[in-house]
């Protein structure tokens, strides 16, 4: 490079500019051994002019991350209202709008070669120990006791931190960031329910099936329940338990059971004593997936007032199912 081209570069220069020349001569000489004014003489810049941009040395490779990180904090801190899981998961996912790969994916990705491991690990812990603190905060705000919701923080920032881990080992911008901290929120939102904790650990429904290879089919393969656990015994007896995300108890009185009925059902598919509801992604496909498999369609998916969309069926083993779909509020 020519003097004339290097002494023109400090109009050009940018955070990126910057960056690049720290990345090159960390991979060269090292992080411990590059100094700030390594950095600067690489990117033709002067000193002064560094600072500009960074605040020190490890922040060319974190500052896209604080910024992103900076806005989570900010969007649980002015969000309101009991719906604090979901908007913990929403500004989780936020955090991949418009972030490019950047040094600190490249850094991610040759930790060793840089020689900066220890570096990385003690300013990630830091990055996890924000987001830890703005989600737990959000969380008890949304009436979650203190012990779960900071549980809940811990889980969401391992859970962002990776996700980004996992996407630049993956290749950044060969693939989506958005997907890696769906993934990872998808693992920490269990630890993040604001429901008070009661003396019953789990609620469990048992249903005697004489087919009972067709209907562990039925609600393992085609509803979609995982099986967590199962047994055999002497004389042939099978047990099988499948995982169903979040369990409630509904109890409803007689008026309340009209009610639905005349909302859920054209007045022909009475409610039993007891229904089984699965909150469902797309109740329209859930219920034609369940029927093609012969279950058999009671009411078709219709909106109720509470902005659901609800469908009922009977299922193997004579089980009467309500599969509903959130449709939040209104557009």
């Known amino acids: 490079m020519s003097t004339e081209q290097r002494a023109g570069r400090p109009r050009a220069s940018s955070r990126e500019t910057i960056a690049e020349a720290a990345c090159e001569l960390f991979l060269e000489q090292g992080y411990e051994q590059t100094s700030i004014v390594d950095i600067a003489s690489r990117a033709g810049v002067s000193r002064s002019s560094f600072f500009n941009y960074f605040s020190s040395k490890s922040d060319v490779l974190w500052a896209g991350l604080d910024e992103r990180v900076t806005a989570f904090e900010h969007r649980l801190a002015e969000s309101a209202g009991t719906d604090a899981a979901d908007q913990v998961r929403a500004a989780t996912l936020a955090v991949a709008e418009s972030f490019a790969p950047d040094s600190l994916a490249l850094a991610i990705v040759n930790a060793t070669a840089m020689g900066l491991e220890a570096e990385y690990e003690r300013d990630a812990a830091l990055r996890r120990a924000r987001v830890a603190r703005a989600v737990s905060a959000r969380l008890m705000r949304g009436g979650?006791?203190?012990?779960?919701?900071?549980?809940?923080?811990?889980?969401?920032?391992?859970?962002?931190?990776?996700?980004?881990?996992?996407?630049?080992?993956?290749?950044?911008?060969r693939t989506s960031l958005e997907r890696f901290l769906s993934i990872a929120a998808h693992a920490a939102a269990p630890v993040s329910s604001t429901v008070p904790a009661g003396e019953v650990a789990q609620l469990r429904v048992v249903v005697q099936a004489a087919a009972f290879?067709?209907?562990?089919?039925?609600?393992?393969?085609?509803?979609?329940?995982?099986?967590?656990?199962a047994y055999e015994?002497?004389?042939?007896?099978?047990?099988?338990?499948?995982?169903?995300?979040?369990?409630?108890?509904?109890?409803?009185?007689?008026?309340?059971?009209?009610?639905?009925?005349?909302?859920?059902?054209?007045?022909?598919?009475?409610?039993?004593?007891?229904?089984?509801?699965?909150?469902?992604?797309?109740?329209?496909?859930?219920?034609?997936?369940?029927?093609?498999?012969?279950?058999?369609?009671?009411?078709?998916?219709?909106?109720?007032?509470?902005?659901?969309?609800?469908?009922?069926?009977?299922?193997?083993?004579?089980?009467?199912?309500?599969?509903?779909?959130?449709?939040?509020?209104?557009?």
């Open 144 to 173: 979650a006791d203190r012990v779960r919701a900071e549980v809940a923080g811990a889980a969401w920032g391992g859970a962002v931190l990776a996700a980004i881990e996992a996407w630049a080992h993956d290749g950044a911008g």
């Open 213 to 229: 290879d067709q209907t562990l089919a039925f609600y393992r393969d085609v509803v979609g329940m995982p099986q967590a656990e």
């Open 233 to 331: 015994a002497d004389g042939g007896a099978r047990v099988a338990i499948l995982a169903a995300g979040r369990a409630t108890l509904e109890i409803a009185n007689p008026a309340q059971v009209e009610f639905i009925d005349s909302v859920e059902t054209d007045g022909d598919a009475p409610s039993d004593r007891i229904r089984l509801a699965l909150e469902v992604a797309d109740t329209a496909t859930a219920a034609a997936r369940l029927a093609d498999a012969g279950a058999d369609v009671e009411a078709s998916a219709r909106e109720t007032p509470w902005r659901s969309l609800n469908a009922r069926l009977r299922g193997p083993a004579g089980l009467q199912l309500t599969l509903f779909q959130e449709l939040g509020p209104e557009p």
